[in-house]
Each structure stands twice: as C-alpha cells, then as structure tokens.
C-alpha cells in the first residue's frame, strides 16, 4: 500500500507543476482547443494531436439511498501514437466507501487502451476504442479479471454551437465470479454558450448492470470552462433514473495538454 501511495502522491505533483505551469507561461492562441473524454460519460471521437500529452483527473461524490462513496483521481493519460491513433492509460482511482455499519476505502482498478479515428468529415466523426480493465485495484474495489471493452464513438456537428455525440459498447464483463456480456449507450447534446464555456446534457445506461440484474439508466449534464486552449476545467451532476432515492452524483475536474 504504501508503494501505491508512494506512486499516486508522484502523479498528484507532476500534475499540479503542468497545472502550474500553464498558468505561469502564456499559451498560444493558435493552437487548437483541448478537447476531453470528461465530464460526461460519452468519449469523444477526437485524438490528442501528435506531439502532444494529455491528462484527465478529478473528484466525483456518488449517493444512493444511505450509501456514499466519493472518489478521487480518476486519471485518464491520453499519449498521440499516430494523427489518427492514441495511447490511453487510466490510473486507479482512491475510493470511501461510507455505510452506516462498514466504512472501507481502497483503489479502483487501472484500465489500458486505444482510441482509433475512422470518419473524420465535416458532418461525421467515427472513433473506435478499445481498451480493458487490469485487475490491479484493492480486494473490496478491484475486479479478478480483465474485463475488455470495444465502443464506438460518433459526433455530429449540427452547427457552430450545437454538436450531437452518442456511444455504444459491448464488454465481457465480470461479476460473482461469472462472465457476462454488458451493453451501454449513451447520447450527449453540447452547447457553446461562449468561446470558452460549454453546457451539456447527456443519457447512458448499461444493459444489463450485472448476470441477472436489471438495466440501469442515468441522466446527468454540466458546464466546461476553457482557461486557455490546453487548460480546462469541468463541472457535472447526475441523476439514477432506477427507482431508488436517493440516487444521484455531482463531480469536478480539469483536463490538461502540454
């Protein structure tokens, strides 16, 4: 444990001196607007551009019914491999798990994958992920198994201000001690209020949440603020829509390119 921590805590500072560095040195203006996989649930089609590194991290607080369990890190590493192919690595997130009667806490398992662009046009963009979860998270939080992924990821520019994504996905999913195939879907709406502030509202779900469970669905939407074209920071709240209450997330977090 004390070797993870060593670990994270060497993240956490490399983080905050690029965090820090993009507020000391000014950036240029020309380059292109970071574009995130976060704060909604969606991945988008784009690829970091080539010569370029990109972090994803921040906080989320989960409640249902009497249960919380706030998570920290959520760290997404986006490495450009090719102009149409990156290198994604996700480091495990630290978890509380508050219960009246069991409070536990750990991390999360660690996830590797690719992000490959196939459309690219002016009113379609296609991207393929494909990526899986390395078990390597805390007895109470981590998985025994891989659990591999394949999504497809669309984008429909509507206009300058409004562009529809959605994604679909099939994994091999694990859950006591038993294999299962898991489908999702999401769909999200953008909103560029401003040059440099964004709203969303987006819907996912997973069919079926685990072998013999029910579908699970979810609404949530936030805002985007871009501090300069490499630095932006997010906010997002959501809602179960499961029959349970109450049931709900509110998250923060921040992208970085350098």
Not at 66 to 84: A, N
Not at 218 to 242: E, P
Not at 245 to 257: A, K, M, S
């Amino acid at each position: 444990m004390k070797i993870e921590s060593c670990f994270s805590n060497k993240i956490f500072f490399l983080i905050v001196f690029c965090f820090l560095t993009h507020w000391v040195f000014p950036q240029n203006a020309q380059r292109p607007r970071i574009i995130t996989d976060r704060p909604d649930f969606t991945e988008s089609t784009d690829i970091v551009p080539k010569g370029k590194y990109q972090a994803e991290f921040g906080y989320t607080f989960n409640k249902v019914e009497k249960t919380e369990s706030p998570s920290f890190g959520e760290l997404l590493v986006r490495i450009p491999l090719h102009q149409k192919v990156e290198f994604r690595l996700g480091f495990n997130s630290f978890v509380l798990l508050n219960e009246q009667a069991n409070n536990q806490s750990g991390i999360q398992d660690a996830t590797l994958g690719l992000k490959v662009n196939i459309v690219e046009r002016e009113k379609l963009n296609l991207a393929v992920i494909g990526a899986t979860l390395i078990p390597s998270g805390s007895n109470e939080f981590g998985e025994k198994e891989v659990q591999p992924i394949i999504i497809l990821a669309a984008a429909v520019p509507i206009n300058e201000k409004f562009t529809l994504a959605s994604n679909g996905s099939i994994s091999s999913a694990y859950s006591e001690q038993d294999r299962f195939i898991q489908g999702a879907f999401s769909i999200s709406s953008g909103f560029s209020l401003t040059p440099k502030m964004g709203i969303f509202f987006e819907y996912f779900g997973f069919f079926q949440d685990s072998k013999q469970g029910p579908n699970v669905n979810f609404i949530n939407g936030g805002a985007t603020y871009l501090i300069n074209n490499d630095l932006q920071i997010d906010m997002r709240v959501g809602l179960g829509l499961n029959g349970i209450n109450p049931e709900y997330f509110v998250g923060v977090g921040t992208g970085i390119r350098i």
